[in-house]
Nanobody, 120 residues
């Protein structure tokens, strides 16, 4: 499974961005997926996750109500709609895939990140 994140950029506080993660590999559409982020000088942290079916979704408390994770299995893509962005959302965002269809927070495939900068 190969993953490529895109859609990052510079946005003002209160604005929106939509990140995309394109996957390749025959098993991609059956993987649970997640988004993580890493801000400068900080550890990588969980943002959101989605199962293959259902789908079931999970969010970090810091983004709940502002971010929405979704997926299009036919297109081998996962999205992260980010609304009401805050300066503290500034980070490099990574998409990741699990080996199976259920969210277990055990990611084995990681894409290169896309940078999001939120100005105040």
């Amino acid at each position: 499974v190969q993953l490529q994140a895109s859609g990052g950029g510079l946005v003002q506080a209160g604005g929106s961005l939509r990140l995309s993660c394109a996957g390749s590999g025959r098993a991609f559409s059956r993987n649970a997926m997640g988004w993580y982020r890493q801000a400068p000088g900080k550890e990588r942290e969980f943002v959101a996750a989605i199962s293959w079916r259902g789908p079931a979704t999970y969010y970090a408390d810091s983004v709940k109500g502002r971010f929405t994770i979704s997926r299009d299995n036919a297109e081998n893509a996962v999205y992260l709609q980010m609304n009401s962005l805050k300066p503290e959302d500034t980070a490099v965002y990574y998409c990741a895939a699990e080996v199976g269809p259920v969210v277990k927070f055990e990611y084995i495939y990681w894409g290169q990140g896309t940078e999001v900068t939120v100005s105040s």
